[in-house]
C-alpha cells in the first residue's frame, strides 16, 4: 500500500496510541536479546510516523537511522523530532542506502506485509548488519491474525489479512535465506486499547491497511456492529492483541 496515497498518515499515530507502559513492554523485550552495550546503530526499517524511533534511540542509547518510503508519514516521524541522533530517510527497504555492515540492529515493526519484494528486503537487511548483529521483527503472522478481535465484525476482512500476512514458516524462510538465523521467536500480548469503545474510536479512524482495504458498506457495516458489541461490554475490560515476536542474528564472521 502506498501510505503517500491515503489519509493515513495523519490519522496514524492517534489509530495506534499506547500506554507508555505497552511501549516499554517493546523495548524491554528487545534488549532481553539484543544487550545494549552491543548496540551503537539502529536501523527502523519502514519507520512509519517513528513511534519507534526516538524510544528506541534513547532505550538503547544509540544512533537510529529510519528508513521509509512514504513523504507523508516521514513528514509524521521528522516532526517529533526526537533528537540529533535520529535522521531520517526517504528509500525503499528493499534498497537500503546504507553501508555494508553499518548497523548492530535492524528493528522492523508491521511493515513485511507490505513489501514488494520481502526477499530482496531481507537480504537488505542481511547486508547491512554487522556479523554477530540482530534483527527484531514484530509483525502479525497467518497463525496469529485469526485471534484479532476485530474479525468477526468486518465481511471480508479474515481473507484479506490471511492472503497479506506471511506464516511463521515463510518469515523464518525468508530471513534464513538471507543468512540469518533465528534466535527466538514468541507472541507477546499488549494491551491495543483501555475498552471496546475506545478500540471502536481507534479502528473507527480506519489507518489500518486490511481495513482500509475493505469497501465502505462493509467497513460501515462491521464498525457498526462493533460498536453494539462495545456497548454491551464491561467499559473496564481491556484489547489485546497478540503480535509474533521474532529475533534473528547474522552469524559471526
Ligand atoms: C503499518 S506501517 C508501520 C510503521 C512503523 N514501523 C510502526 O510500526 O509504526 C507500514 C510502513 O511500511 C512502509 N513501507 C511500505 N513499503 C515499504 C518498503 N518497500 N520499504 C520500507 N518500508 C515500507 C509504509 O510506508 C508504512 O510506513
Redesign the pocket.
Known amino acids: 500500500m502506498d501510505?503517500d496515497k491515503t489519509a493515513m498518515p495523519a490519522a496514524y499515530d492517534r489509530a495506534?496510541t499506547y500506554q507508555p507502559e505497552v511501549l516499554r513492554l517493546w523495548l524491554e523485550a528487545i534488549s532481553l536479546e539484543v544487550p545494549k552495550t552491543e548496540v551503537d546503530h539502529i536501523i527502523d526499517?519502514?519507520?512509519?510516523?517513528g513511534?519507534?524511533s526516538g524510544p528506541l534511540s534513547v532505550h538503547f542509547d544509540a544512533e537510529l537511522t529510519g528508513?521509509?518510503?512514504?513523504e507523508k508519514?516521514l513528514a509524521e516521524a521528522s516532526a517529533k523530532a526526537p533528537s540529533d541522533r535520529v535522521r531520517f530517510c526517504r528509500a525503499?527497504?528493499?534498497a537500503l542506502p546504507l553501508a555494508d555492515g553499518c548497523a548492530d540492529l535492524v528493528f522492523i515493526?508491521?511493515?513485511l506485509h507490505?513489501?514488494?519484494d520481502p526477499a530482496r528486503?531481507a537480504m537488505e537487511c542481511g547486508r547491512t548488519l554487522r556479523p554477530g548483529g540482530r534483527l527484531a521483527l514484530?509483525t502479525g503472522s497467518t497463525e496469529q491474525s485469526v485471534s484479532y478481535p476485530y474479525i468477526p465484525f468486518f465481511s471480508g476482512l479474515l481473507e484479506i489479512i490471511r492472503e497479506r500476512l506471511p506464516s511463521r514458516a515463510r518469515i523464518r524462510q525468508l530471513f534464513e535465506d538471507a543468512g540469518l538465523e533465528l534466535a527466538s521467536h514468541r507472541v507477546i500480548k499488549h494491551q491495543f486499547a483501555a475498552s471496546w469503545p475506545a478500540y471502536a474510536d481507534k479502528l473507527a479512524l480506519r489507518a489500518d491497511?486490511f481495513l482500509a482495504s475493505l469497501p465502505d458498506p462493509a467497513f460501515n457495516t462491521g464498525l457498526d456492529a462493533l460498536r453494539a458489541h462495545a456497548e454491551e461490554q464491561d467499559p473496564g475490560k481491556p484489547i489485546r492483541e497478540d503480535i509474533d515476536f521474532f529475533v534473528f542474528r547474522k552469524p559471526a564472521a
Not at 526499517?45 to 510516523?49: D, K
Not at 528508513?67 to 512514504?70: G, T
Open positions: 501510505y495506534r526499517f519502514g519507520c512509519g510516523t513511534r519507534y528508513i521509509e518510503p512514504s508519514m525503499a527497504g528493499e515493526s508491521m511493515v507490505h513489501l514488494a528486503a514484530r491497511s
